[in-house]
């Protein structure tokens, strides 16, 4: 899966390549910033709802699991 934030980050990765070289300028930098910050509350988010899963898996609250698993799948972003 390939979540659109993800996405973005690469369109504007894309756009600042020319002849496989990379040039970061600060319009770039100021695109990819607040992308940067989005995708690190995202980790933050999947990593507490993958340990909570883990939690209601060894207390075998299995509708709890389940419930945190959809979670987990509705932050994943699109599929390929």
Known sequence: MIHPLHRRMA???????????TL???????????LLHQNMRLIQQLDN???LSFIAYM?????????LCARIE???GESI
């Open 24 to 34: 970061i300028g600060d319009v770039e930098i100021k695109l990819l910033l607040p």
């Open 59 to 67: 207390a075998n609250d299995f509708d709890w699991q389940h419930d």
């Open 49 to 51: 709802l993958k340990q």
């Open 11 to 21: 369109e504007i990765l894309y756009m600042s390549t020319s002849s496989g070289e």
């Open 74 to 76: 509705a932050l994943g």
